[in-house]
């Protein structure tokens, strides 16, 4: 008799199938459609392996001996080698946006998930080493000092930034940024990836500080804006209710004055956008 472990795998497997994920990365990068299995079979593969044993990525052969993968998703364990997982990462690796945001747009589609409000932020994720910088692909997001979230200035980092529904808080879009990008640069990047995602939906984008700035203008092709930044204990800031040209203006009511947020506050604004 031979014991597997079975967990959820199943439930993964019907996921996968339903979002496609063999199939839209096979169709970016078909160079494994000749092997015993195809790119795309193998991240799927992958997949199921994060979700069931979220440990370093190593001995995942040895995972899939102990795990029910040859009966549920049809691969053999010696399949998924080092080798051959370092090739399909490989594979992927230049396609990594497209892949997720058409991932992104079939869940929209299969799943009748509600894309009329999305929250968008990113977040950081400290490194332990030198990575110098000669050392890293710069066609890459490159590890490097920052503005780290934990406040471990001491180490370098790499970025990301998260889209989810507010319709049961589902990622629909995720971006990795280098260490030293600035959160601020990113926000017209993440409004343009979301509305192809939403297709002729209108949805509101809801995003913390950084979406308002002064080097950022009030209307992107596309996009309305209406930023309601919240008030503060110590100022009271203010955006215009109307759509405009102009970068938002800060102001601080005891001076009067066009002043910068102040330090350490976090309002939340939002940018909707309309239907072509």
């Not at 299995?37 to 799927?44: D, R, S």
């Amino acid at each position: 008799m031979v014991e597997k472990r079975l967990g959820a795998l199943p439930a993964a497997a019907e996921f996968l199938r339903r979002l496609d994920v063999a199939g839209i990365v096979d169709a970016v990068c078909p160079g494994g459609a000749s092997a015993l299995v195809t790119h795309g079979q193998v991240i799927e593969a992958l997949v199921a392996n994060r979700l069931t044993s979220p440990v370093p990525l190593v001995r995942v052969e040895d995972w899939a001996r102990c795990w029910a993968v040859e009966e549920v998703f049809g691969i053999e364990p010696g399949l998924l080698n080092d080798d051959r997982l370092a090739r399909a990462l490989d594979a992927i690796a230049p396609h990594l946006e497209h892949i997720a945001g058409t991932v992104g747009a079939r869940a929209i589609g299969e799943f009748g998930i509600d894309v009329a409000r999305m929250h968008w932020d990113m977040t950081s994720m400290s490194v332990h080493g030198a990575f110098p910088v000669e050392g890293q692909d710069e066609d890459f997001p490159v590890i490097g000092y920052g503005h780290p979230k934990d406040r471990r200035f001491d180490l370098k980092q790499v970025q990301a930034g998260l889209a989810v529904s507010a319709d049961g808080g589902i990622p629909l879009h995720a971006r990795v940024f280098g260490g030293g990008a600035a959160e601020v640069s990113q926000v017209v990047g993440a409004m343009k990836d979301l509305r192809a995602m939403a297709g002729e939906r209108d949805f509101l984008m809801v995003a913390d500080s950084k979406l308002v700035s002064y080097s950022m203008p009030c209307w992107q092709p596309g996009f309305s804006s209406l930023p309601r930044p919240r008030p503060c204990r110590s100022r009271t800031r203010s955006m215009p209710p109307s759509t405009s040209h102009r970068p938002p203006s800060w102001t601080g009511c005891r001076t009067g004055r066009r002043t910068s947020p102040p330090s350490g506050a976090r309002p939340t604004a939002c940018w909707r956008t309309p239907t072509p």
